[in-house]
T-cell receptor, first 112, second 113 residues
Framework: GQQVMQIPQYQHVQEGEDFTTYCNSS?????IQWYKQRPGGHPVFLIQ?????EVKKQKRLTFQFGEAKKNSSLHITATQTTDVGTYFC????????????FGKGTHLIIQP | EAQVTQNPRYLITVTGKKLTVTCSQN?????MSWYRQDPGLGLRQIYY???????DKGDVPEGYKVSRKEKRNFPLILESPSPNQTSLYFC????????????FGQGTRLTVV
């Protein structure tokens, strides 16, 4: 079945530093989604990427979808303490009904 | 307000005592699913449902049952809970035709002793 690998598992940064998490799928994806889960909270949708090579920005967050639609990245510029949490990618193969396959997430820890 | 509501939020139970975690959504979504979240393992899908009376197994269905008698409700049933089912459970819904944004419930933290 489809597998989605996400690295790193943990990332410690100083406040103000940049952060990147990477996601790789074993199969070509129809789309990829990114979610953020604050400590003690539930996953919250951030964005969906659909097109090959697509790049989307949300303020300090930049999302990319690879040309082959098998990998993606989330980059945060100048991290803030409010960015703390776990970031998940979730791939949709587009076929069948089994929905999203989540990566294991990257825990972002920010030191003031 | 659009939301997915799970109950209870916290539950401690004993091995073998049947329990049900309820999930309800008010967005008229066709697609609903259950996940469990464990440290180091991320979110793993237990069961999903494409619409009323249509359910199917996800990646980790053993020990769980679900039903979808109404569009808005998707309860998760543990007939005989065991300690390895101690976990954080999330229900989610999304509009099937768009296969897009999944809305998650607040989560249910289950402890089986």
């Amino acid at each position: 079945g489809q597998q989605v690998m996400q690295i790193p598992q943990y990332q410690h940064v100083q406040e103000g530093e940049d952060f990147t998490t990477y996601c790789n799928s074993s199969t070509t994806l129809s789309n990829i989604q990114w979610y953020k889960q604050r400590p003690g909270g539930h996953p919250v949708f951030l964005i969906q990427l659909v097109k090959s090579g697509e790049v989307k920005k949300q303020k300090r967050l930049t999302f990319q979808f690879g040309e082959a639609k098998k990998n993606s990245s989330l980059h945060i510029t100048a991290t803030q303490t409010t960015d703390v949490g776990t970031y998940f990618c979730a791939g949709d193969s587009g076929g069948g009904a089994d929905g999203l396959t989540f990566g294991k997430g990257t825990h972002l820890i920010i030191q003031p | 307000e659009a939301q997915v509501t799970q109950n209870p939020r916290y539950l401690i139970t004993v091995t073998g005592k049947k329990l049900t975690v309820t999930c309800s959504q008010n967005m008229n979504h066709e697609y609903m699913s259950w996940y469990r979240q464990d440290p180091g393992l991320g979110l793993r899908q237990i069961y999903y449902s494409m619409n009323v009376e249509v359910t199917d197994k996800g990646d980790v269905p053993e020990g769980y049952k679900v039903s979808r008698k109404e569009k808005r409700n998707f309860p998760l049933i543990l007939e005989s809970p065991s300690p390895n089912q101690t976990s954080l459970y999330f229900c989610a819904s999304s509009p099937q035709e768009r296969r897009t944004e999944a809305f998650f419930g607040q989560g249910t933290r289950l402890t089986v002793v």
